[in-house]
């Protein structure tokens, strides 16, 4: 029926007003960088089970791209900033690499589908 | 003696008789019975034929996990299977049928597989129909779904309405028993925002079926003083005959209400409920017993015979037997002896508390006693009782018997995020699991049986749901309440009686008995999950609410476990079916998704077009004229006349965005493929995006209107996904650039003018020089029209003739347009549609969405020197220089003309050299596109193949298997028409200008519903200027300072950007004068790109409700707060402009589909 994001600037809203783009870990590289590194950051990506950060849109919203921490498991959401403040928040890092995903601590065990 | 009515008693209301029919027979009952009690009331009993063997059914349970009384209602359109007779409520003329029964319900032929029924034990099918596998489609699953079944639906179109609503509140608590309305009141009385949804059609719950008291009052009077309380509570909502269906993610709760019968509104209603905390009150179901003919019609769980005979006066006859193994079998033979039936209460216990003996004083006491069979065929004539400890048997002669097997506390709820129930081995009972998410459970669904517990654990958890919110509740002040038994609430586990003879039910629905069970573990299925599946017991439309916990005993003891050991299978939604309609909700048909209007739609329907749905939007086709019978005799006569003269048509859905800000040149650079930095003010250029793969994304153009300031146009097709991926770039990827981007596309009516006379036709309408000098191939300038109206003229081509595109206002649009055929006419000027489009893009070889597939790179499609080599980053440019994506032998555009020019070849089709046999390894390449050529009376096609451009003149074979069609084809060059057919077209004399009219705002309430009575009222709003004031997001403050400047209401779209209405009447140049705005901030014109509608009246936040999740509490959604949201699908801007008062300013292509939602709604009130 629905999940909720509570988006910074709108307010607590529907999944069905956001668009999901996908993992927000990887940094777009230097256009100077190594080629392996381009190839990661285009073609790479954990499949996380537990807790990750994702791009998401607040397409039927106020249209900002949000930086989502959300619990794949479980589809718990931790945490919701904008995606600009996100990058300018690891930029300031030294290295300007956002720490890749972590593996997951699944909250429980697995279910199957009947 | 069969079921009756007694003569007194009951809440049934006498005075008030409906009429209807099942069966196509005719009855009577009264107001306050369901369909289920109106049918005992009249003697029928038999309501139903089982799934597999077709045995007589009764009524077993009566409320929602009814597993046998399934009936159809309606007829014709609205036929809907599989509902329960117990909880439909009985209305004047309804139409009721039984189901899996042939040629009737008395005689069902089909009942003959109950005697062949020991070859068709659990298992049945997989080991019957094995052999031979080819019969199973044609011949086996036919037969078997035609012979085993549930009702079946109408094939017709539902001619019923439905909606979907959101609500808010800080409780919602689930059932209205004694647990669930005082958690309610409790709840409410702290201040919180409740909402009580109960699935029966009235209040109450048990407190309507058994004799108890609270205080000085009766159950019903008890619960309808709560009620009282609770209605005049403006927070508080109360949803009756609706059903909580699931349990999802962050507190969300589905719930469908039923209001069949309501006269007016929709049929159903889905509510999707956001609750801070819930309290789950959903009592419990009682547990049948397991023994020989316990399906037999007339044998039903004791709380429902009791229920039936204190709230309808339902008489189970003269002689009734009650088998107990606990309190509830002496509270229902305390009820019945008091209405003066003979009672034989066979315990199975041999010791039984004295409060309960009490209680059931008067009945016949077989102590230690089972009953093994009930006998009789379509109904029960009698029992045969055991005697526990000897082993005797005897018959007893009885109308109707009823059975108390103890209780299953009702916990799906509580487990649809995926824990299960815990086993209480004390109380026999599966429990509901850890709290989380706010999910409280109060009452029987949390094990608490007795009725003053009930109403304790209602008072704490509503307490405790309360004061976790910030409410302070007060202690509840809880009356003494009195009940059968003194409250005995224990009761003595019995998974079923070994003593039995005939079949032993565990599963109604399923025809599952105890035997399938033990066979199934007998081969090692026993595990519940596979158990479940080889039985089938515990699936249909029941889903096991009153066998599992019956099937999971049964299996523990085959099995030598205990129940918790065996464990439960998933609970999932839905908790009891829901209609697909309901779910829709208004989503299909015509409003299965929303539909784009093109500013221009109106002036192309006038002008005869034929529209097709392309993606979003409805397009123009073609212009059918005179005799011409399909589309392609239209499109060829429009094709040619656009290269021979001219033609008009309309390109106002491509995406269209307006750039500004400081560093707006930098970003283009970064976004595209060629540097655009470079770009003049008044011109344009056409330019690639691509992904950071470094494949295609989209191609459009950029326009540099000023310093800081451009037009980008992207494909229809990929706006909504340019547009998304233009705002990553500037928000995610390089925030620290001061780029705005704003959504223009619903402000410009955008004209094409094509063919060699578009310059002369033009000249009429436009009041400017637009010579070749003053306006060369790529210019762009702001023009006036005669009119006086300001416009955007671009040299623009996507027809390789000389063109233009004239941008006006939206509102403008189809007067300019008229404006231009007028201007035309000497000219002989046609308005062409998309058809002739397409015609004319491939004879030039120019590129679309059929080539940019997601797999084409620049270089393959011939574009690769709009690629910069000069600069040093943009998207996409490392991974475009990868080995694969620079291949010499990847697939290039090329064009195909068949050797055969009346030939088809058709997009999809594979490129073979001739004599090769198709395969992966053969293939050279794909058609992407085709068409035919008016102008070289050919077949024409682009395709993609290998290492393409050195193959020009080569034949091939274009191999369409699925069409069945092989063409021979000579590869060509894709551009198939080189230069412009003709020199423009001078005129041979001069022809007088044409003014266009003014375009008014357009009526979008036209033909609909916008009012009910004085609760809401829908009007669209004046015209008025409309701006979207942008600066970078550190510069809120001063954009909201500006805003504010407007009417006083600030529209937040995001931080940074607000919308600004002006004053009715009042120009956007006086509007963007007055609001003060410093330099640096951008003001766009948005006042054709949006309409404003008011939504006023005590129902207009309702109205809202069926649209968009903003909780619009008066208390949260002050007057003057504004969000931007979706309704339904369509984005708008919603504002508070008083108490019961909105502003909903929507984009003006999807305003004409977003009033007719909002009327229909409004219609809905009724």
């Known amino acids: 029926?629905?999940?909720?994001?509570?988006?910074?600037?709108?307010?607590?809203?529907?999944?069905?007003?956001?668009?999901?783009?996908?993992?927000?870990?990887?940094?777009?590289?230097?256009?100077?960088?190594?080629?392996?590194?381009?190839?990661?950051?285009?073609?790479?990506?954990?499949?996380?089970?537990?807790?990750m950060k994702e791009h998401w849109q607040h397409s039927g919203g106020c249209r900002r791209w949000l930086v989502v921490e959300r619990d794949t498991f479980n589809h718990a959401v931790h945490s919701v900033v904008d995606a600009a403040e996100f990058a300018q928040a690891s930029a300031a890092k030294p290295g300007r690499k956002a720490a890749p995903a972590k593996p997951a601590k699944a909250a429980s065990k697995g279910r199957g589908k009947a | 003696m069969s079921f009756s009515r007694f003569s007194d008693g009951g809440l049934i209301d006498r005075s008030r008789r409906i009429g209807f029919s099942f069966d196509g027979k005719r009855f009577e009952g009264y107001a306050g019975d369901t369909l289920a009690s109106a049918l005992l009331a009249n003697g029928v009993s038999l309501m139903g034929r089982s799934f597999k063997y077709h045995r007589p059914r009764g009524l077993l349970s009566g409320g929602a996990s009814e597993p046998n009384a399934l009936v159809t209602i309606g007829d014709g359109e609205t036929r809907e299977p599989n509902l329960r007779a117990s909880m439909v409520g009985l209305r004047e003329g309804l139409v009721a049928e039984s189901q899996n029964r042939w040629p009737s319900l008395g005689f069902d032929v089909g009942a003959v597989n109950s005697a062949l029924s020991p070859f068709l034990g659990a298992g049945f099918y997989y080991k019957t129909f094995m052999w031979p596998a080819a019969l199973w489609e044609k011949l086996y699953e036919p037969a078997i779904r035609k012979a085993a079944g549930l009702g079946r639906a109408s094939h017709a179109p539902d001619p019923q309405e439905y909606e979907k609503r959101w609500a808010h509140c800080d409780v919602l608590v689930i059932g209205s028993g004694p647990a669930g309305l005082i958690a309610a009141l409790t709840a409410a009385r702290a201040g919180a925002r409740v909402v009580l949804c109960d699935e029966n059609s009235g209040f109450g719950g048990r407190l309507l079926k058994d004799r108890v008291e609270i205080g000085d009052a009766d159950g019903p009077g008890f619960a309808a003083s709560v009620i009282a309380e609770l209605e005049a509570n403006p927070n508080v909502r109360l949803l009756s005959n609706t059903t909580v269906f699931g349990t999802y993610d962050s507190g969300v709760y589905g719930a469908v209400e039923r209001r069949d019968g309501a006269g007016s509104g929709p049929a159903q209603r889905v509510w999707r409920i956001v609750a801070k905390r819930a309290v789950l009150a959903a009592g419990a179901e009682e547990r049948p017993l397991v023994f020989g003919g316990n399906d037999r019609p007339g044998v039903m769980t004791a709380s429902l015979m009791r229920g039936l005979a204190n709230a309808q006066a339902i008489r189970p006859g003269d002689h009734v037997a009650v088998f107990a193994t606990g309190p509830s079998g002496h509270e229902s033979a305390r009820d019945l002896i008091a209405r003066g039936l003979e009672v034989t209460l066979v315990d199975a216990r041999a010791e039984i508390p004295a409060v309960e003996l009490a209680a059931s004083d008067g009945a016949r006491l077989l102590a230690g006693h089972v009953v093994a069979d009930a006998l009789g065929?379509?109904?029960?004539?009698g029992v045969e009782a055991v005697n526990r400890a000897s082993g005797e048997r005897l018959r007893i002669g009885v109308d109707a018997l009823a059975m108390a097997g103890g209780w299953n506390p009702v916990v799906h709820l509580a487990c649809h995020r995926g824990d299960r129930p815990v086993w209480n081995a004390d109380s026999g009972m599966f429990l509901p699991p850890k709290e989380r998410d706010g999910l409280m459970v109060a009452g029987s669904a949390a094990g608490v049986l007795d009725l003053a517990g009930c109403l304790k654990s209602g008072a704490e958890q509503g307490a405790r749901a309360a004061s976790e919110l910030g409410f302070k509740p007060k202690p509840a002040d809880l009356p003494a309440s009195r009940e059968a038994c003194g409250g005995s609430a224990g009761f003595t586990t019995l998974w079923h009686v070994a003593e039995a003879r005939g079949k032993a039910f565990v599963d109604f629905q399923n025809d599952v008995t105890v035997a399938d069970l033990g066979l199934a573990v007998r081969e090692g299925y026993g595990h519940v999950e596979l158990a479940k599946r080889y039985t089938t017991t515990g699936m249909a439309t029941d889903q096991g609410k009153l066998s599992n916990v019956n099937a999971i005993g049964i299996l523990a003891e085959n099995r030598g476990l205990t129940p918790d050991q065996v464990g439960t299978t998933t609970f999932r939604p839905f908790y009891t079916p829901v209609s697909i309609g309901a779910l829709a909700g208004e989503h299909r048909g015509a409003h299965y998704r929303p539909v784009r209007r093109s500013p221009l739609h109106g002036w192309a329907e006038k002008h005869g077009a034929v529209f097709i749905e392309a993606g979003?939007?409805?397009?123009?086709?073609?212009?059918?004229?005179?005799?011409?019978?399909?589309?392609?005799?239209?499109?060829?006569?429009?094709?040619?006349?656009?290269?021979?003269?001219?033609?008009?048509?309309?390109?106002?859905?491509?995406?269209?965005?307006?750039?500004?800000?400081?560093?707006?040149?930098?970003?283009?650079?970064?976004?595209?493929?060629?540097?655009?930095?470079?770009?003049?003010?008044?011109?344009?250029?056409?330019?690639?995006?691509?992904?950071?793969?470094?494949?295609?994304?989209?191609?459009?153009?950029?326009?540099?209107?000023?310093?800081?300031?451009?037009?980008?146009?992207?494909?229809?097709?990929?706006?909504?996904?340019?547009?998304?991926?233009?705002?990553?770039?500037a928000q995610a990827l390089w925030p620290e650039l001061d780029v705005r981007l704003a959504s223009v596309t619903d402000q410009w009516a955008q004209i094409t003018v094509a063919g060699p006379a578009s310059r002369e036709v033009l000249k009429r309408v436009v009041d400017a020089d637009i010579s070749e000098a003053a306006m060369p191939f790529l210019a762009v300038r702001e023009v006036r029209l005669h009119s006086g109206l300001a416009a955007r003229l671009f040299r623009i081509s996507f027809s390789g003739e000389l063109a233009f595109e004239l941008a006006v206002p939206a509102r403008h649009g189809e007067a300019v347009a008229e404006a231009i055929l007028e201007a035309g006419k000497p000219f002989g000027i046609v308005p062409y549609g998309l058809e002739a489009l397409n015609v004319l893009r491939i004879e030039k070889g120019f590129i679309t969405h059929a080539e940019i597939d997601g797999r084409t790179t620049p270089g393959d499609l011939g574009l690769g020197k709009m690629v910069s080599g000069k600069k040093d980053d943009f998207i996409g440019q490392v991974m475009l220089s990868r080995e694969g994506l620079q291949r010499a032998d990847r697939e290039q555009l090329v064009g195909l003309v068949p050797l055969n020019p009346a030939q088809r070849v058709l997009a999809g089709g594979h490129l073979l050299e001739p004599g090769a046999v198709p395969s992966m390894a053969s293939d050279q390449g794909h058609v992407t596109s085709s068409c035919w050529s008016p102008h070289l009376n050919s077949t024409?096609?682009?395709?993609?193949?290998?290492?393409?451009?050195?193959?020009?003149?080569?034949?091939?074979?274009?191999?369409?298997?699925?069409?069945?069609?092989?063409?021979?084809?000579?590869?060509?060059?894709?551009?198939?028409?080189?230069?412009?057919?003709?020199?423009?077209?001078?005129?041979?004399?001069?022809?007088?200008?044409?003014?266009?009219?003014?375009?008014?705002?357009?009526?979008?309430?036209?033909?609909?519903?916008?009012?009910?009575?004085?609760?809401?009222?829908?009007?669209?709003l004046p015209d008025a200027p409309v701006c979207l004031v942008a600066g970078p997001m550190a510069k809120d403050a001063a954009v909201r300072r500006a805003a504010k400047a407007g009417d006083g209401t600030i529209r937040t779209v995001q931080p940074g950007q607000a919308l600004v209405v002006g004053e009715a009447g009042e120009g956007f140049a006086a509007l963007a004068a007055r609001l003060g705005a410093s330099a640096d901030l951008s003001l766009c014109d948005l006042s054709d790109a949006r309409v404003r509608f008011s939504l006023s009246g005590p129902e207009a936040a309702g109205i809202i409700a069926t649209q968009s999740a903003v909780d619009t509490d008066a208390k949260l959604f002050k007057t003057g707060a504004s969000a931007p949201t979706l309704f339904g699908h369509v984005p708008v801007q919603l504002t508070r402009l008083g108490k019961d008062d909105f502003e909903i300013m929507a984009f003006s292509t999807y305003a004409r589909d977003l009033a007719e939602s909002l009327s229909r709604a409004i219609r809905l009130l009724g």
């Open chain 2, 616 to 729: 979003a939007w409805m397009r123009a086709s073609h212009f059918p004229q005179g005799e011409e019978t399909g589309w392609k005799q239209a499109c060829d006569r429009e094709t040619l006349a656009v290269r021979a003269s001219v033609g008009i048509s309309d390109a106002s859905t491509l995406g269209k965005i307006d750039l500004s800000g400081k560093d707006a040149a930098r970003f283009l650079d970064l976004i595209y493929t060629g540097k655009m930095s470079t770009l003049a003010i008044g011109k344009a250029r056409y330019g690639l995006t691509l992904r950071e793969d470094g494949l295609l994304m989209d191609d459009g153009t950029v326009s540099r209107l000023g310093e800081n300031h451009y037009l980008i146009t992207t494909t229809t097709a990929a706006a909504g996904e340019a547009m998304a991926h233009m705002e990553f770039c």
């Open chain 2, 940 to 1020: 024409i096609a682009l395709a993609m193949l290998k290492r393409g451009r050195e193959r020009h003149g080569e034949v091939l074979i274009v191999w369409d298997p699925l069409r069945g069609i092989e063409t021979e084809v000579r590869v060509s060059s894709p551009v198939f028409l080189e230069a412009p057919e003709e020199e423009p077209i001078a005129a041979v004399r001069e022809y007088a200008p044409i003014a266009a009219r003014d375009g008014g705002a357009p009526d979008l309430l036209d033909g609909l519903t916008v009012s009910a009575s004085d609760r809401v009222s829908l009007t669209q």
């Open chain 1, 1 to 51: 029926m629905a999940s909720l994001i509570t988006c910074p600037h709108c307010g607590v809203r529907p999944k069905e007003e956001f668009t999901i783009r996908g993992d927000a870990g990887p940094v777009r590289p230097a256009p100077e960088a190594k080629f392996a590194a381009w190839d990661a950051y285009v073609h790479l990506r954990d499949n996380v089970r537990g807790v």
């Open chain 2, 377 to 381: 065929g379509k109904a029960v004539s």
